[in-house]
């Protein structure tokens, strides 16, 4: 099912994930709603305290860049190694429309269980690595943009007020046009 993504600058955003004890069904379904919702919104990579789930889980597809890659579901995940450095402009679906330069490791070794509560490693480089990077922060309550300066996030921070405010405007609009329109419908039943 496909849930709605938390915009920064949600409080539950800023809050640490709990580790999975049992990797069960509700795990599963869990892992089924991060991939609906990570497609739906046409990223790479989902983390679920976005769609307000404080457990550590992430889901990952890095295919349309990374034709060797494939989807990958990261219970417990836990970054081992890092090496090397590297900057990539980052973006996030709980930050809409913003990107930003970002540093990470370049090549990273991860440890997690997967959807059948096995447990892996995994060595990766390239957009896999850094999307680990980004996922796993989540689960600490970090954002990319808490790796850059005051001031830019600061003015990200203002611009994602504003949509927010938006948005809310918009969903009281159409709550409003709603209600006419059942009153209108209820007068012309009468
Ligand atoms: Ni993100």
Known sequence: MVREILVWPHPVLKQKAEPVSVVDDSTRELIKDLFDSMYAADGVGLA???????????????????????????????????????????????????????????????????AEGQTQTLTCDGLLAIAVQ???????????VDHISTLKRELIRKRMKKLQAAQE????????????????ARAEAR
Do not use: W
């Not at 889901?59 to 034709?67: G, I, S």
């Not at 980004?134 to 990319?144: C, N, P, Q, R, V």
């Not at 405007?169 to 209108?184: F, G, L, M, P, V």
């Open 48 to 114: 679920a305290p976005q769609i307000g789930v404080l457990k550590n889980v992430i889901v990952l597809d890095t295919t349309p860049r990374q034709p060797e890659a494939r989807p990958l579901a990261m219970v417990n995940p836990e970054i081992l190694t890092y090496e090397g450095k590297v900057e990539y402009r980052e973006g996030c679906l709980s930050i809409p429309g913003e990107a930003e330069d970002v540093d990470r490791a370049a090549v990273i070794t991860v440890r997690f269980q997967d």
């Open 134 to 144: 980004h996922e796993t922060d989540h689960l600490k309550g970090t954002m990319f």
């Open 169 to 184: 405007a918009e969903k009281k609009e159409a709550a409003a046009e709603a209600k006419k329109s059942k009153s209108r």
